[in-house]
């Protein structure tokens, strides 16, 4: 069973786009709106974006922001599955939980007065890597192995406990 995600830098047009930032509600079917592939067995494609902007002054700190984003009319399901729609909320979990890491990374260099934005592409490039990894090692894990899925949720959501703090807030 084949899962994809996609993981882009700064986004410089939203148009046509029906984005969804993260949040504690919960995807549904309804926002995975690009025509699926016809398919014999569950399959999906979840469209984040993960990224980040900043806005840098001759030796001033920084202004930073990084964002994860759904991309509805980019993702798709191919049928009403349950153990599909759990795990493209798995995988938005994760690259949430990956978009705190990299805020806590980037205010520790603020604080550090850190200017150069070199430093902070070199700590999100880290952590990105990081995430296309953990991401390719939960591949599949709801469909295949369910319970397995419920010890990969309760640690991410445990983890998205501990960044709760840089969380963004609406």
Do not use: C
């Not at 993702?75 to 979990?93: A, Y």
């Not at 200017?115 to 070199?122: L, P």
């Not at 469909?143 to 010890?151: E, M, R």
Request: a positive charge.
């Amino acid at each position: 069973m084949k899962y994809f995600f996609l993981l882009l830098l700064p986004i410089f047009s939203l148009n046509a786009q029906s984005y969804v930032d993260w949040s504690n509600t919960k995807l549904t079917y309804e926002n995975f709106k690009k025509k699926p592939l016809q398919t014999k067995t569950p399959q999906g494609e979840l469209d984040s974006r993960l990224g980040w902007q900043i806005a840098e002054a001759d030796g001033e700190l920084p202004e930073l922001y990084v964002y994860n984003r759904f991309d509805e009319n980019n993702s798709w399901i191919s049928m009403k599955h349950d153990e599909i729609l759990k795990n493209m909320q798995l995988q938005f979990d994760l690259s949430e939980l990956y978009a705190r890491k990299i805020r806590k990374e980037f205010e520790d260099l603020k604080k550090k007065k850190e200017i150069k934005k070199e430093i902070y592409k070199a700590k999100f490039n880290n952590l990105q890597k990081n995430f296309e990894k953990r991401l390719n090692s939960i591949a599949n894990v709801t469909v295949n192995q369910p319970s397995f899925y419920k010890i990969l949720n309760n640690e991410i959501q445990d983890s998205l406990n501990l960044y709760k703090s840089y969380e963004i807030k609406k």
